[in-house]
């Protein structure tokens, strides 16, 4: 007799983390593929997984929560990208360039997830809102952070004036997340190679000494 979900074996005691993880990552691919949270129930990512969907209260008490879950997970993971796209690089323009380069590949070729990082209402790095300005902490975390002090090395050597760092991060994060969606919704328009536009908005908006 068939059943609607296929069981499987209950993880060992001290593993329930696990299950968490295949809940997010679940719920993450459901994202990908339909490109809409809505896509998210308890019972569509309980099935996915195969367990029952009350197995999921464990760790989730609502859709939004995992795609809260999801949410966090993806930031940190842009944020691992870029550090990786920039790690070796000396020279801070060349590394601002590098880190926005790779965030912007990380949108062009995720956009259904970083459409979901920035079309909702959260603070900066995927935190919940809760009703506070934003503080340095929240300028000097996750991928903002990185292009703040992006900014601020170009300052500290001379190759930028801008007067600002978390400023001209602000303008030039603007510009950058502009490019992604635009480019992602307007695929047809006849748009200049990445190589092209790329260091002259950086160099623009950054204040980068010619």
Same mark, same amino acid.
């Given at each position: ?65 995992? @795609? $809260?879950? /999801?949410?966090?997970?993806?930031? =940190? ?9 920039? &790690?070796?690089? +000396? ?56 292009? @703040? $002090?992006? /900014?601020?090395?170009?300052?500290? =050597? ?9 400023? &001209?991060?602000? +303008? ?39």
């Amino acid at each position: 007799m068939s059943t609607e979900v296929e069981r499987r074996s209950k993880n060992p005691r001290g593993a329930g983390g696990r299950l968490r993880d295949e809940i997010v990552a679940a719920a993450r691919e459901m994202l990908v593929e339909q490109g809409h949270e809505t896509a998210i129930t308890l019972r569509g990512v309980a099935r996915r997984i195969g367990i029952a969907a009350p197995s999921i209260y464990t760790h989730f008490s609502t859709p939004e929560a995992i @795609v $809260q879950a /999801v949410v966090v997970d993806t930031f =940190a993971e842009m944020t691992a990208y870029i550090d990786t796209a920039k &790690a070796g690089i +000396e020279d801070p323009c060349e590394r601002l360039l590098a880190g926005c380069r790779a965030y912007m590949t990380f949108g062009l070729e995720n956009p259904n997830l970083y459409g979901l990082l920035f079309t909702r209402n959260r603070q900066l790095g995927g935190r919940s809102p809760e009703g506070r300005a934003v503080t340095e902490d929240d300028l000097r975390g996750g991928s903002f952070g990185q292009l @703040v $002090q992006g /900014v601020q090395d170009c300052i500290d =050597a001379g190759v930028s004036s801008a007067p600002s760092a978390p400023g &001209a991060a602000l +303008e030039l994060w603007v510009a950058m997340h502009g490019l992604v969606s635009l480019r992602g919704a307007q695929y047809q328009m006849p748009w200049p190679p990445r190589e092209a536009i790329e260091p002259s908005l950086v160099s623009a908006l950054a204040h980068l000494r010619p």
